[in-house]
T-cell receptor, first 115, second 114 residues
Framework: AQKITQTQPGMFVQEKEAVTLDCTYD???????LFWYKQPSSGEMIFLIY??????QNATEGRYSLNFQKARKSANLVISASQLGDSAMYFC????????????FGTGTKLQVIP | SQTIHQWPATLVQPVGSPLSLECTVE??????LYWYRQAAGRGLQLLFYSVGIGQISSEVPQNLSASRPQDRQFILSSKKLLLSDSGFYLC?????????????FGPGTRLTVL
């Protein structure tokens, strides 16, 4: 069975600083994908970044990067130069191969950016 | 580009009343479609998914049902709402084949059952 763990229910970061949101996962499937989503107070889930289990390099998308440590089964999200608009809930998710590509979500981390 | 719509955005319904939430996707064909529910302050729970017209799979037994009458339309229904059906309902789509299988979400429907 797949499992995603986000141990930080809430975090604060100063504007313009970098912040790391933790995510660990558990799966016996050799092929899987890891995702991060942002959910602002409006509720919509916004896709941020994707990392495949066979990708050799860490994924980056603008100010977002994914620190993928396969041996440790961790996929931390790094947000550089935080902005006030980054205040939101952040969810880590995993998709294992096979079937209909079921995605398992973590419980989320609430990030608050302080001016 | 692809877009996904959900309506209504907000709904307040009495216990025992019926429910119909609609989700439509534009700009893609043969998508996988998903319904999720998010309780207040919680993560997402997958309710239903569909890989094609008329093909619905349920993840958890519940008071809800789903239908896919057209390729890009996904409907969540209930005959009689319960208090526990309150929550935020999100529809999502992903490509049927290839790619990263990233799911893209709609704006959601906030349902309150009184």
């Amino acid at each position: 069975a797949q499992k995603i763990t986000q141990t930080q229910p809430g975090m604060f970061v100063q504007e313009k600083e970098a912040v790391t949101l933790d995510c660990t996962y558990d799966t016996s499937d050799p092929s899987y994908g890891l995702f991060w989503y942002k959910q602002p107070s409006s509720g919509e889930m916004i896709f941020l970044i994707y990392q495949g289990s066979y990708d050799q390099q860490n994924a980056t998308e603008g100010r977002y990067s994914l620190n993928f440590q396969k041996a440790r089964k961790s996929a931390n999200l790094v947000i550089s130069a935080s902005q006030l608009g980054d205040s939101a809930m952040y969810f880590c998710a995993m998709r294992a191969s096979g079937g209909y590509q079921k995605v398992t979500f973590g419980t989320g981390t609430k990030l608050q950016v302080i001016p | 580009s692809q877009t996904i719509h959900q309506w209504p955005a907000t709904l307040v319904q009495p216990v025992g009343s019926p429910l119909s939430l609609e989700c439509t996707v534009e700009g893609t064909s043969n998508p996988n479609l998903y319904w999720y529910r998010q309780a207040a302050g919680r993560g997402l729970q997958l309710l239903f998914y569909s890989v094609g017209i008329g093909q619905i799979s349920s993840e958890v037994p519940q008071n809800l049902s789903a239908s896919r009458p057209q390729d890009r339309q996904f409907i969540l229904s209930s005959k009689k709402l319960l208090l526990s059906d309150s929550g935020f309902y999100l529809c999502a789509w992903s490509l049927r084949t290839g790619g990263t299988d990233t799911q893209y979400f709609g704006p959601g429907t906030r349902l309150t059952v009184l």
